[in-house]
């Protein structure tokens, strides 16, 4: 009897304790989603003035530029890629809170074609020569088409970005089937995330030790994370056996 007792009160502390993390997750995702929602009418109300900043920026470089002197020229370059970086932040906070909050638009989505997309939209901006990427077979989803795509832009993006200066980066997309669903893969063989760092970076504003020297927001990986749970998915980070990275999601079957 008193043994039942303990087998009792052991599972009695232990349902107690799983109730408790359960409202600890819960009021995290409501955090989550005020901030998100807040990021995203604070992004939306900065666009306006910024964008007019931006017009007249432009006006100036066009039409006036060889009215002003070396110093004038120098610091109306500054002021447009200030213009623009943080054009860029606002975008991503935008785009964050998008993807706390949007309703999924679920369609059948070829990721084979979302990535080609990405990939040559990606190594355009970029030289196209130095860079690699290769593109595995990639399956048919269900889910949003434009969330699917911010995922692969961002993740396919980091994985060209985050490559020691001087090193081409290499990446390598693919895909594999597991029990329910699919799992995608971007390898790279890039700077690598110490294992302390992998549970952090998918947080907002994250920035890891070794993103000094680039440029960004820290909101990529958590909008990644967002749109991966929404459509029922993981998202994760291994060691490259080859050096560098790799960063998978899962996608369940429709
Ligand atoms: P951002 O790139 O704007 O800083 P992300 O949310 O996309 O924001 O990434 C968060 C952090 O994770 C980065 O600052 C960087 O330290 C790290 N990181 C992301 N992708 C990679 C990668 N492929 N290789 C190494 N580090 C990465």
Redesign the pocket.
Known sequence: DRALADVERATAALRADVARREEVELELRRRERELAGFAGVAAHDLRSPLTAASAYLEVLADDESDRLDTQGQEFLGRARSAVARTDRMLT?LLEYATAENKELNRAHVDLAVLAADVIAERTDRLEPDPYRVTLGELPVVSGDRGMLCQVLD??I???L??TAPGRPPRVAVGSRRIEGGWRIE?A?R????PFV?REG??DAF??????AG???????????RRIVERHGGTIGIDDNPEG??V?WFTLPDA
């Open positions: 991503d961002n993740l993006g980091n994985a970005k985050y971007v790279d890039g700077i690598g995330i760092e970076v998918f994250h920035r890891g030790d070794g993103s680039f440029s960004g927001s820290g909101l990529g990986l958590a909008i990644c560098g990275s960063f």
